[in-house]
């Protein structure tokens, strides 16, 4: 993990994040927490995650979700030489690209 963001203040927030309970009180915090735009990029992002992990073409991820060339890119630079953050999610969830 990168040491840059290692701190007090993002253990708040993900211990914050661990105790959501259910899908809508993850609408109000994240509401709270977040702008639009930045909910938005997030889920785009796992989105193209999972649709990269289905072997979706770049043509077929951006087309569906938006997301530039270069965002696709580096999604996929994270699932191929991240800290497996995303594999660890997809693992645990029944993953089904919305």
Same mark, same amino acid.
């Given at each position: 993990?990168?040491?840059?963001?290692?701190?007090?203040?993002? @253990? #708040?927030? #993900? @211990?914050?994040?661990?105790?959501?309970?259910?899908?809508?009180?993850?609408?109000? #915090? #994240?509401?709270?927490?977040? %702008?639009?735009?930045?909910?938005?990029?997030?889920?785009?992002?796992?989105?193209?995650?999972?649709?990269?992990? @289905?072997?979706?073409?770049?043509?077929?991820?951006?087309?569906? %979700?938006?997301?530039? %060339?270069? %965002?696709?890119?580096?999604?996929?630079?994270?699932?191929?030489?991240?800290? @497996?953050?995303?594999?660890?999610?997809?693992?645990?969830?029944?993953?089904?690209?919305?």
């Amino acid at each position: 993990m990168n040491k840059k963001i290692r701190n007090e203040a993002v @253990d #708040f927030l #993900f @211990d914050a994040i661990l105790c959501l309970k259910n899908r809508e009180e993850c609408y109000l #915090f #994240f509401d709270d927490l977040c %702008t639009v735009n930045e909910l938005l990029s997030m889920s785009q992002r796992f989105e193209v995650a999972s649709m990269l992990e @289905d072997h979706k073409t770049y043509l077929e991820i951006a087309e569906k %979700t938006g997301a530039s %060339t270069a %965002t696709i890119s580096r999604v996929n630079r994270s699932l191929n030489y991240g800290n @497996d953050g995303y594999d660890i999610v997809f693992g645990r969830m029944d993953k089904k690209t919305p």
